[in-house]
């Protein structure tokens, strides 16, 4: 079962700075809290989202390797992550655009559940999902403050 979803977030922050926030799992913490599907990332080595650079996400169904498959800088980071058994796998693709007022984000999400979690897939799809628009919306708060109330 493979699934996909697209997110686009506009922000007056510029290409640079997203960049800099995606780039760095180590700093995911400073911006994206914890939450019942999300954990916490443990970095690699590197902060640098080279190209195979790795770091771990911590979630309800175990850890999550996760490995940098694209990096441009100030344009685009993409991510593919899996469990050991690739039951879940889930690729991810931020592109950023210029705009006249900032940057344009756009979260591109791939899903896709096999094995163990074939019966469960579409509530595993769903969380995830939930997940992905719960970051965009604090990446986008971290970049621009809180929105007014």
Same mark, same amino acid.
């Given at each position: 079962?493979?699934?996909?979803?697209?997110? !686009?977030?506009?922000?007056?922050?510029?290409?640079?700075? +997203?960049?800099?926030?995606?780039?760095?799992?180590?700093?995911?913490?400073?911006?994206?809290?914890?939450? +019942?599907?999300?954990?916490?990332?443990?970095?690699?080595?590197?902060?640098?989202?080279?190209?195979?650079?790795?770091?771990?996400?911590?979630?309800?169904?175990?850890?999550?390797?996760?490995?940098? !498959?694209?990096?441009?800088?100030?344009?685009?980071?993409?991510?593919?992550?899996?469990?050991?058994?690739?039951?879940? !796998?889930?690729?991810?693709?931020?592109?950023?655009?210029?705009?006249?007022?900032?940057?344009? +984000?756009?979260?591109?999400?791939?899903?896709?559940?096999?094995?163990?979690?074939?019966?469960?897939?579409?509530?595993?799809?769903?969380?995830?999902?939930?997940?992905?628009?719960?970051?965009?919306?604090?990446?986008?708060?971290?970049?621009?403050?809180?929105?007014?109330?």
């Amino acid at each position: 079962m493979t699934r996909q979803s697209t997110i !686009t977030i506009a922000t007056t922050a510029s290409p640079e700075q +997203v960049y800099a926030c995606l780039r760095d799992p180590r700093r995911y913490g400073d911006w994206l809290p914890r939450s +019942v599907s999300y954990r916490g990332t443990t970095p690699g080595r590197t902060s640098s989202a080279a190209i195979g650079d790795t770091y771990v996400d911590h979630t309800p169904l175990g850890k999550v390797r996760g490995v940098v !498959t694209d990096a441009s800088p100030n344009r685009l980071v993409a991510f593919r992550q899996a469990t050991d058994d690739d039951a879940l !796998t889930i690729d991810i693709v931020y592109r950023l655009e210029p705009t006249a007022g900032g940057c344009a +984000v756009t979260r591109t999400g791939r899903i896709a559940v096999a094995g163990r979690l074939r019966p469960v897939g579409p509530l595993v799809t769903a969380l995830v999902r939930r997940e992905n628009r719960r970051t965009m919306a604090r990446l986008k708060e971290h970049l621009d403050g809180p929105a007014p109330r």
